[in-house]
């Protein structure tokens, strides 16, 4: 019987997750998106103020995935939530129970905290994740369209505050 742990990542696991995020990328066939500098990450994981956490999930002492999370807000609940920005386990270890357990860890974290949800994105052809998250007991949420600003539209719609008084 494998021994599965989960734990919190420290700063000594950058390069850890660093190849994580790596094989990650190459699974969901983006690999090319991979555009981060290493110390810059490490610093919004563990510098002065966290931006997200990590969990490392390890089988019989050796790392084999990890989970990439932050805390949300839902203005309808007046609760805080966890958004699961990335979980990965790799390939050789995938049916161990690590997913599970690396998903079940975050869950009792979002209890503890007092969240009301969990939440994440998957990639609509990723079959294999979609009939795991399924089988934890997770739903697609079917009228919601994720949106997202990065880059020159970023830039510009920020450039729309330029003369307005923010307080």
């Known amino acids: 019987m494998s021994r599965i742990n989960v734990r919190p990542a420290t700063r000594a696991d950058m390069p850890l997750i660093l190849t994580l995020v790596a094989e990650l990328a190459e699974y969901e066939k983006l690999g090319d998106q991979i555009t ?33 999370f932050f805390h949300n807000f839902s203005t309808f609940l007046g609760k805080p939530g966890i958004y699961l920005e990335d979980l990965y ?24 905290r007092g969240c009301r949800r969990l939440e994440w994105s998957v990639l609509d052809w990723n079959e294999p994740a979609i009939g795991f998250y399924k089988q934890l007991g997770a739903h697609p949420l079917e009228d919601w369209t994720q949106f997202r600003l990065t880059g020159g539209a970023l830039r510009d719609l920020a450039k729309v505050t330029d003369g307005l008084a923010l307080a």
């Open 89 to 112: 386990v790799r390939s050789e270890t995938r049916g161990s129970g690590l997913g599970k357990a690396l998903l079940s860890t975050l869950a009792k974290l979002a209890v503890d």
């Open 36 to 68: 981060s500098d290493p110390e810059e990450f490490a610093n919004h994981l563990f510098g002065p103020r966290p931006y997200a956490e990590v969990l490392i999930g390890e089988l019989d002492g050796q790392a084999n995935g990890f989970a990439l």
